[in-house]
T-cell receptor
Framework: QKEVEQDPGPLSVPEGAIVSLNCTYSNSAFQYFMWYRQYSRKGPELLMY????GNKEDGRFTAQVDKSSKYISLFIRDSQPSDSATYLC????????????FGKGTTLSVSS | GAVVSQHPSRVICKSGTSVKIECRSLDFQATTMFWYRQFPKKSLMLMATSNEGSKATYEQGVEKDKFLINHASLTLSTLTVTSAHPEDSSFYIC??????????????FGPGTRLTVT
């Protein structure tokens, strides 16, 4: 079993839809959870960063972490064509040390 | 936010030659830099971690003599692919982490370098 599992999609939705992206993980030591957005042929851009369980909201984006289920989600409200990108979840054990472990990424396409 | 640049953005080289990729943190001091490799429709795979002034720590399976990493200053790290072969063709991405950045030590990624070896 891989440490981080993420459905690669592709996921296609119409403009204005609510998008739900998810990752599961197997290592209970992970404490820090991130979502990155990557446009084609570009480097990943940090979208959301959460510590431990709970919700975090930033504009149209909401990140949820359920450590008991080892499950994290990213919700995008009122999706826009500019949200079309690959979304990567990532996680790590401690704040300063250890490397990020990435999911494969989910490709999202929002049509106008 | 913190900005990381990479140069070049694209490079095509002949088999057997060496290629150097630069990664710079533009507005912060990067105590740690990471080098990743990404294949199409695949996740980022960490190749090595480097701390300023120290030798890089390579992930299992990554040849340190083939992928030379230098982190000589707090704003610059270089990755040199030596004796490149077509199977080295990939998207190489660096990231940088500086102490005190948002207080939580996130990594900020560069835009990536597309290497094609013919």
């Amino acid at each position: 079993q891989k440490e981080v599992e993420q459905d690669p999609g592709p996921l296609s939705v119409p403009e204005g839809a609510i998008v739900s992206l998810n990752c599961t993980y197997s290592n209970s030591a992970f404490q820090y959870f991130m979502w990155y957005r990557q446009y084609s042929r570009k480097g990943p851009e940090l979208l959301m960063y959460t510590y431990s369980s709970g919700n975090k909201e930033d504009g149209r984006f909401t990140a949820q972490v359920d450590k008991s289920s080892k499950y994290i989600s990213l919700f995008i409200r009122d999706s826009q064509p500019s949200d079309s990108a690959t979304y990567l979840c990532a996680m790590k054990r401690s704040q300063a040390g250890t490397a990020l472990i990435f999911g494969k990424g989910t490709t999202l396409s929002v049509s106008s | 936010g913190a900005v990381v640049s990479q140069h070049p953005s694209r490079v095509i080289c002949k088999s057997g030659t060496s290629v150097k990729i630069e990664c710079r943190s533009l507005d912060f001091q990067a105590t740690t830099m990471f080098w990743y490799r990404q294949f199409p429709k695949k996740s980022l795979m960490l190749m090595a971690t480097s701390n300023e002034g120290s030798k890089a720590t390579y992930e299992q399976g990554v040849e340190k003599d083939k992928f030379l990493i230098n982190h000589a200053s707090l704003t610059l790290s270089t990755l040199t692919v030596t004796s490149a072969h077509p199977e080295d063709s990939s998207f190489y991405i660096c990231s940088a982490r500086g102490s005190g950045l948002a207080g939580v030590g996130e990594q900020y990624f560069g835009p990536g370098t597309r290497l094609t070896v013919t």
